[in-house]
């Protein structure tokens, strides 16, 4: 290992939407988060790795901090919040604007009980001129003192090398906590799980809100074929009927919108069976929250 190697933990946080499983997908250069317009898509905090000459950054993507509504959206707040001080360095992604509403205002309140650097990350950039983010930088200079400030696109990939060069400046040197062919330390059932819950929410759109989770029954490998079952959970008769759709052609696009993204993540032809089963208000049971893989490490 070379002497002045650095390693350490890094988490994305801020307002849910606002690009932190985009920016952390295009930064170690594969998908591992689901992406969606819809808010709260992270349920889980997601560990990817990023490895280069420099240092090994072991990114957390945790769900955005929000006002919890049920007890899942508690589980989620918690975890967001209590990342902040198990990590070397706190990424907050906000958007271009001066405007710091209620959402900020709390997340600033949470990071002002932490002693960990923080580098305020602007994201998409790439929608305003630049000029215009001056403002932006002044309005939330006088909110927190950041360690850095950088204007990214996670989208277009805008500015990241400077961003990794910012995260590399406050991480600790040390030794890699992964081998270097490691990406992420989620099973493989996680993230096929939620590589089809991501294609469920886009190809739901607003019908359903965020009553779903999805529970993989079995995954087996038989030569050059994986064959997958998995349940789709929702949580009303009626959102059943919508994820089924008119002669099933709903879940025959969610299925095939996901098999083609699993074959690429396993590399390998798939054989995808979805079933759909509508468990009533699941995010507010704590046995079933857990049940669908949403638990605390102790």
């Known amino acids: 290992m070379k002497e002045n190697y650095r390693s350490g933990f890094v988490t994305l946080i801020g ?14 250069g594969q998908k591992i988060a689901i992406t969606s317009r819809k808010p709260q898509t992270t349920r889980n905090r997601i560990q990817t790795v990023l490895t280069t000459e420099e240092g090994q950054i072991v990114f957390v993507d945790t769900p955005g901090i929000h006002k919890a509504k049920n007890k899942l959206g508690e589980y989620m707040v918690h975890v967001a919040e209590r990342t902040l001080n198990e990590v070397d360095v706190v990424l907050w992604l906000v958007e271009p604007s001066t405007f710091i509403g209620a959402g900020e205002q709390h997340i600033v309140e949470q990071l002002k009980k932490t002693k960990t650097p923080v580098v305020l990350v602007i994201n998409k950039s790439d929608t305003v001129k630049k000029e215009e983010l001056l403002p932006c930088i002044a309005k939330y200079n006088e909110v927190y003192p ?14 990241t090398d400077e961003l990794l060069k910012v995260i590399m400046k406050y991480l600790p040197y040390g030794p890699q906590f992964y081998d270097e062919d490691t990406i992420t330390d989620q099973p493989e059932r996680q993230i096929v799980a939620e590589l089809i819950r991501e294609k469920a929410l886009h190809a739901l759109n607003e019908e359903i809100p965020h009553g779903i989770a999805v529970s993989i029954e079995s995954m087996k490998r038989r030569k050059k074929l994986m064959d997958i079952e998995a349940t789709i959970i929702c949580e009303k008769d009626s959102h059943k009927g919508i994820i089924i759709g008119k ?17 690429r993540l396993l590399d390998c032809k798939v054989n995808l069976q979805l079933w759909v089963k509508v468990k009533k208000d699941w995010r507010d049971s704590d046995f079933l929250i857990k049940n669908f893989g949403y638990q605390e490490e102790e």
Not at 146 to 159: E, L
């Open 15 to 28: 307002r849910p939407n606002v690009g932190k499983s985009t920016l952390m997908n295009y930064l170690i």
């Open 146 to 159: 950041f360690a850095d400030i950088v204007p990214v696109s996670a989208r277009t990939g805008d500015n």
């Open 247 to 263: 002669q099933g052609a709903m879940l025959k696009k969610i299925g095939s919108n996901a098999r083609y993204e699993i074959e």
